[in-house]
């Protein structure tokens, strides 16, 4: 859809339709400046706040509230002007000013009044609930973040799940966080259970078979399938339990932990525990349990061929067997602790116990001949792991290394996962078709590895296009990725005020004009501007004498929202200047796309200014 | 020494194997990261107009804005009279508690084909701070089986409520100040429009159009 490509979806259209609006107006006032908001002390200990509203706007009475410390309190209102306008219905409106008073009652020992109003400028546009803080010892008035009492509607009730049917209008309480999320609960579920079969393959859960065929042995009298079958699951199901609640752990943890756990210190720190297993499962070392205790427990497992002493048991090996699987089962609670949800956490580890668990149940139904033979392969599946472990670690260090080196890392794995896969094939005799697929994957491992170290090579990092690195397909990716890199190693990123301010001090001190361009990932519109305006020579030309901000705006938080504010950015693509003085160059603004020439044009004028 | 391992057991880890590697990075992946698709294409959002016009409008509306309600009859009617423009509804719900309502009842109506009959019926109830019972009584008569509207409501909540965050974060993202907003092609236009100001913008959008990078 070629409008698309053009939308400059920030592109304010202002004096440009003033001809033909309705009350005149020439464009939207914030709505600070609409409604001025000032708050004082009263004789009596309590807070008046009043509002100079701009003339052509409103605000509504009955939308002033006021809470302290999260708690709605009383605020007292005058009476206001009735609308008679059809349009409206019974609504009282405030014009040009207006006063409300918090009685000293309300106020006691509490250090934060929050002030919540609304209003509209006259047939154009109605404002969101805005909300001020009060600190009030001082009296300073604040923007109030996320206030708990007055908030936007939608947030209010999509959190606090008002549900409402055309038959009765109750509200309902059904858990939408959780709900919101639960696309990814299936998968991630199945995705452990699928990992727990994996996992039942290695010879950690065998200590257990022993435990539950003690167990059903001394069973008293004779076993029925369907009674075995119970005691099995019975057994199970606690052992996914058990995990379960591990999971519930991990993921509270998590839930702490999680702004801990993205810092580059801890990130490193997990790749080297993903390594570590990686070695024991390379058969380097093990992580096991003493032997003692495994036997002590297969002992007195089972006297009484209860359910609930199976699942007693089930529940107890999980948690003393259980670190046999330590390597595998430390990863998934890592992985369950950075997500940091509890249910999500708690379930897939229930999941992953369950997959565990199945064989065994197989076992304690059928008996040992279905259960496939320990030997060589398990070998294999445990160095299968063993990659696994060594991908995750490196997947996690893409988030704090350079590009260049992630494709190196990843070259390399692929590399020895390829290497593996061959020397399997060579050192077999006879060989099957199993073999055949392990040489076709390694050898595919192998191609792939080559292409990305030699990525690596150029600087140059395109998982899913790994060919573009050696030259097989050029013309998009490297282009792109020239043209980009070029103009973006000149560039410092800044994501909050006081990447600003350093970058305004680097700038006074050199004497030189600051460009920033205010960019975001998700920004269409930036990107084309950095593909075909930036890189052209003549515009890298002109940036010389200049230094060059990127203010990020990707990820879109209380930082970025104050760093476009102090420059009234209403949104990406927008570009300032700010003179050597730390003034901004007004008339050199830009706002949405440009072409090249008007881009020198306003480059030209910023060196003037 | 490697004899015991079988093909399908050999398959089975491999499978497995791949699923563990790509969860974490679909697990990961935002759903509301804002693209200029989910603009102008999120299927989820109800649309009007003509499917296939040259130009699209994108119409942040509250069912308790009055001016939203001032400007929808004639931007209906400059998009009933072009017959070249798609309109896409986003339900941005953020004057009034009860927005939030009328919102949930228009999405959950869209499940048996219904959305714009009720959609016009909440924006046909004037004024602000419309109370949750006329806007379901309106709703009601609007020509919904009501049995299946709250069987939907029930059903899709959580896609519902998915779409009206989404909606929120595009509206902070482009920087709307309040509603109405409109999206006309390339412009952005953040108040009320007559029928007079709505083919004006649209007429410079479709002339913007026509020469992109021109500035």
């Known amino acids: 859809m070629p409008y698309v490509r053009n939308l400059g979806f920030v592109t304010v259209l202002l004096g440009f339709i003033a001809g033909v609006l309705p009350a005149g107006a020439a464009g939207i006032m914030p709505p600070d400046q609409a409604f001025q908001f000032h708050a004082e002390a009263t004789d009596k200990g309590g807070v008046r706040v009043d509002w100079s509203i701009l003339p052509g706007h409103y605000l509504y009475r009955d939308r002033i509230q006021a809470s302290v410390d999260g708690q709605p309190v009383a605020i007292q209102t005058v009476p206001g002007e009735s609308k008679d306008d059809p349009n409206f219905g019974p609504t009282e409106v405030y014009h040009g000013s207006t006063t409300a008073t918090v009685l000293a009652e309300a106020l006691n020992n509490k250090t934060t009044l929050t002030v919540t109003y609304q209003g509209c400028a006259e047939n154009v546009i109605c404002y969101p609930p805005i909300s001020k803080a009060i600190d009030l010892p001082t009296l300073r008035v604040s923007d109030a973040q996320d206030n708990p009492s007055a908030g936007a509607p939608a947030d209010k009730s999509l959190d606090q799940d008002q549900m409402v049917t055309t038959a009765d209008a109750a509200n309902g309480t059904e858990d939408e966080t959780a709900a919101l999320r639960g696309r990814g609960l299936i998968s991630t579920m199945f995705a452990f259970l699928g990992f727990g079969i994996l996992l039942s393959l290695t010879p950690c859960v065998f200590p257990m078979i022993p435990i539950m065929s003690g167990m059903l042995a001394r069973t008293e009298g004779q076993l029925s399938l369907g009674r075995s079958f119970v005691l099995s699951s019975a057994y199970v199901l606690a052992m996914a339990a058990a995990y379960g609640t591990l999971g519930i752990f991990a993921a509270w943890s998590g839930e702490n932990l999680q702004a801990v756990l993205q810092t580059p210190t801890a990130i490193l720190v997990m790749s080297l525990v993903f390594v570590v297993l990686a070695l024991s499962m390379f058969g380097l070392f093990e992580l096991q349990l003493p032997q003692s205790w495994t036997a002590r427990l297969a002992q007195s497992a089972g006297n009484k061929g209860s359910v609930g002493g199976a699942a007693a048991l089930g529940f107890g090996s999980a948690l003393i067997v259980g670190p046999c699987v330590t390597p595998p089962l430390a990863a998934a609670l890592i992985y369950v602790g950075q997500t940091g949800e509890v249910l999500h956490g708690s379930l897939a580890l229930f999941a992953l116990g369950l997959g565990m668990g199945l064989p065994l149940v197989a076992f304690g139904v059928l008996g040992a001949r279905v259960l496939p033979r320990s030997g060589a392969w398990l070998m294999r599946t445990k160095h299968i792991f063993g990659f696994v472990f060594l991908a995750l670690a490196v997947w996690m260090l893409s988030r704090v290394l350079p590009i260049r080196l992630m494709a190196a890392m990843w070259g390399v794995l692929f590399l020895a996962i390829g290497g593996y896969f061959v020397s399997f094939w060579m050192l077999a005799k006879p060989r099957t078709r199993g073999h055949a697929a392990a040489v076709a994957i390694g050898m595919l491992s192998l191609v792939y590895g080559v292409a990305l170290a030699a990525g690596a090579g150029a600087s140059i990092y395109e998982p899913l296009q790994p060919l573009a690195a050696v030259g097989l397909v050029t013309a998009n990716a490297t282009g792109s990725s020239d043209g980009l890199h070029l103009v973006t190693n000149n560039f410092r990123t800044i994501t909050n005020e006081a990447g600003l301010e350093h970058a305004i001090e680097v700038a006074r001190k050199q004497g030189k004009t600051i460009m920033v361009d205010f960019s975001a990932e998700w920004c269409t519109e930036c990107k084309l501007m950095e593909r075909n305006v930036f890189s052209q020579e003549a515009v890298r030309r002109a940036f010389r004498g200049f230094l060059l901000v990127k203010a990020d705006l990707t990820h879109f938080d209380g930082d970025s929202k104050e760093l476009m504010k102090r420059f009234s950015v209403v949104g990406p693509p927008t570009i300032v200047f700010i003179s050597p003085d730390g003034r901004e160059i007004q008339e050199a603004r830009i706002v949405g796309d440009v072409s090249v020439s008007g881009f020198l044009s306003k480059l030209a004028k910023a060196v003037r200014a | ?215």
């Open chain 2, 1 to 215: 020494m490697t004899d015991n391992i079988s093909r399908a057991q050999f398959l089975r880890l491999a499978a497995l194997s791949a699923t563990i590697l790509v969860l974490p990075s679909a697990a990961l992946a935002d759903e509301n990261e804002i693209t200029r698709n989910m603009i102008f294409n999120d299927p989820e959002s109800p649309t009007g107009g003509n499917p296939n016009g040259d130009l699209t409008i994108v119409d942040f509306f509250d069912y308790n804005c009055p001016y939203c309600k001032g400007a929808a009859k004639p931007l209906e009617k400059v998009v009933k009279a072009d017959g070249n423009i798609r309109l896409v509804y986003k339900d941005w719900p953020i004057l009034h508690p009860t927005s939030i309502i009328g919102a949930r009842l228009a999405l959950g109506a869209k499940y048996q084909g219904k959305y714009l009959p009720v959609h016009h019926a909440l924006m046909n109830i004037d004024g602000y701070g419309v109370e949750q019972e006329k806007m379901i009584e309106a709703t009601r008569n609007a020509g919904v089986d009501a049995a299946q509207l709250d069987a939907d409501m029930t059903a899709h909540a959580d896609d519902i409520a998915r779409l009206v965050k989404r909606n929120l974060n595009i509206a902070d993202a482009i920087g709307l100040q309040g509603t109405p907003g409109f999206l006309v092609g390339p412009f952005k236009v953040n108040q009320a429009l007559n029928e007079q100001g709505f083919v004006r913008v649209v007429a410079d959008a479709r002339a913007r159009q026509k020469t992109p990078q021109s500035k």
